[in-house]
């Protein structure tokens, strides 16, 4: 590990610019984005996660898959290579969970995987927290663990510069005037820390709970508690849409001068639409279906699946629900509000 004084941030971002797009957070209309570094610009440091999701860059919608042109079927344009700063590790865990559907199996999503061998990560540590945070309730830790190709931890006059990855190893290694990081320099970074753990944890108290997740949600699929937390839902979509995990899509086609492309655009699974099949049938046309729909694959279904719980415990959808719904309130009631005899009510 290396500390580099605060300056050397802005030299690796300049680094970082002769081979990759270079995507900083940056503060618009009050909220946390990605946005592209101009040449030259030190990137800022962010306390917490973004308001927007990472897989923005990786999965971006409207992205064109294939295009049609007089020569044939080409493959769609394919981006510069891009570094992001400021990714946290809810952003990071996400990009394993996206891994598992995407990539990790004989049916890859070759944009996706394109995108994962060729961007470059640098992650941080949380030095603060969204109220919305709770990834310690899903056995998560506020600092990057994996996913990363270098990794920053501020202290004292700068930051200690942990690589990830042999790509990270290399720019580490160039980086100029860092210096091996001393012992009392790694102490105060994990001090820290653990004060920001402390701090999710302490601020997510009132709605812990025991039992795992895919137990907590299993046992509630034939109580009717579904319609009383999604009572106040709008089916807006934004918790799909912020979610850094969520990865449906839909495929559709347009013309342009050049001929016709295939573009793809997040879905949602609140939609009602969302699971219609050839001659309108619907599996779940009732709000509250899809809803228990969107636990069940979150935290039941896709475990069992990919061994990976489908929610890194960002908040987002906390942030952005319009009928106040929090998940983690959510999870609290499933599994306090459970009633043995609403279950047989229902089967009888
Ligand atoms: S479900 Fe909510 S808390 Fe979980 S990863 Fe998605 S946006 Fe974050
Ligand atoms: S953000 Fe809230 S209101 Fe909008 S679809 Fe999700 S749960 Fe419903």
Same mark, same amino acid.
Request: charged fraction near 25%; aromatic fraction near 8%.
């Given at each position: 590990?290396?500390?580099?004084?605060?300056?050397?941030?802005?030299?690796?971002?300049?680094?970082?610019?002769?081979?990759?797009?270079?995507? +900083?957070?940056?503060?618009?209309? =009050?909220?946390?984005?990605?946005?592209?570094?101009?040449?030259?610009?030190?990137?800022?440091? !962010?306390?917490?996660?973004?308001?927007?999701? @990472? /897989?923005?860059?990786?999965?971006?919608?409207?992205?064109?898959?294939?295009?049609?042109?007089?020569? =044939?079927?080409?493959?769609?344009?394919?981006?510069?290579?891009?570094?992001?700063?400021?990714?946290?590790?809810?952003?990071?865990?996400?990009?394993?969970? @996206?891994?598992?559907? #995407?990539?990790?199996?004989?049916?890859?999503?070759?944009?996706?995987?394109?995108?994962?061998?060729? !961007?470059?990560?640098?992650?941080?540590? *949380?030095?603060?927290?969204?109220?919305?945070?709770?990834?310690?309730?899903?056995?998560?830790?506020?600092?990057?663990?994996?996913?990363?190709?270098? *990794? #920053?931890?501020?202290?004292?006059? =700068?930051?200690?510069?942990?690589?990830?990855?042999?790509?990270?190893?290399?720019?580490?290694?160039? @980086?100029?005037?860092?210096?091996?990081?001393?012992?009392?320099?790694? +102490?105060?970074?994990?001090?820290?820390?653990?004060?920001?753990?402390?701090?999710?944890?302490?601020?997510?108290?009132?709605? &812990?709970?025991?039992?795992?997740?895919?137990?907590?949600?299993?046992?509630? %699929? &034939?109580?009717?508690?579904?319609?009383?937390?999604?009572?106040? *839902?709008?089916?807006?979509?934004? *918790?799909?849409?912020?979610?850094?995990?969520?990865?449906?899509? %839909? %495929?559709?086609? &347009?013309?342009?001068?050049?001929?016709?492309?295939?573009?793809?655009?997040?879905?949602?699974?609140?939609?009602?639409?969302?699971?219609?099949?050839?001659? =309108?049938?619907?599996?779940? #046309?009732?709000?509250?279906?899809?809803?228990?729909?969107?636990?069940?694959?979150?935290?039941?279904?896709?475990?069992?699946?990919?061994?990976?719980? +489908?929610?890194?415990?960002?908040?987002?959808?906390?942030? +952005?629900?319009?009928? &106040?719904?929090? /998940?983690?309130?959510? #999870?609290?009631?499933?599994?306090?509000?459970?009633?043995?005899?609403?279950?047989?009510?229902?089967?009888?």
């Amino acid at each position: 590990m290396r500390f580099v004084g605060g300056s050397g941030i802005g030299r690796l971002a300049r680094r970082l610019a002769r081979d990759y797009d270079v995507y +900083a957070p940056r503060e618009v209309a =009050g909220a946390l984005v990605l946005q592209r570094l101009a040449d030259g610009d030190p990137p800022a440091w !962010n306390d917490h996660r973004l308001a927007e999701p @990472l /897989k923005s860059l990786w999965l971006q919608p409207g992205k064109i898959l294939a295009q049609w042109t007089p020569q =044939g079927p080409q493959p769609g344009p394919r981006p510069r290579p891009r570094a992001v700063f400021g990714a946290k590790q809810c952003d990071l865990r996400a990009l394993t969970i @996206l891994d598992r559907v #995407l990539r990790d199996h004989e049916h890859k999503e070759p944009a996706w995987c394109d995108a994962r061998e060729r !961007n470059l990560v640098v992650a941080g540590d *949380c030095t603060g927290a969204c109220d919305s945070c709770f990834c310690t309730m899903l056995g998560g830790q506020p600092w990057p663990q994996a996913e990363f190709d270098l *990794c #920053l931890g501020p202290v004292e006059g =700068g930051y200690l510069v942990e690589a990830g990855s042999a790509r990270g190893e290399q720019l580490a290694a160039e @980086l100029e005037d860092a210096r091996p990081a001393t012992a009392e320099q790694v +102490a105060a970074r994990d001090r820290r820390r653990q004060e920001v753990l402390q701090r999710v944890r302490a601020q997510n108290e009132r709605w &812990r709970t025991v039992d795992p997740t895919d137990k907590t949600v299993e046992k509630n %699929l &034939r109580t009717r508690i579904w319609g009383k937390l999604a009572a106040t *839902c709008v089916e807006c979509n934004a *918790c799909n849409l912020a979610c850094p995990t969520c990865h449906c899509f %839909l %495929l559709f086609a &347009r013309q342009t001068p050049a001929g016709a492309v295939r573009v793809s655009l997040w879905d949602s699974c609140f939609h009602a639409g969302y699971a219609r099949m050839a001659g =309108g049938g619907t599996p779940r #046309l009732q709000l509250t279906e899809r809803f228990k729909n969107h636990y069940y694959h979150k935290f039941v279904s896709f475990p069992r699946n990919w061994g990976v719980t +489908a929610c890194s415990g960002c908040g987002r959808c906390v942030d +952005a629900c319009m009928g &106040r719904i929090d /998940k983690r309130q959510c #999870l609290h009631r499933l599994e306090t509000e459970w009633m043995p005899s609403e279950v047989l009510e229902e089967i009888v």
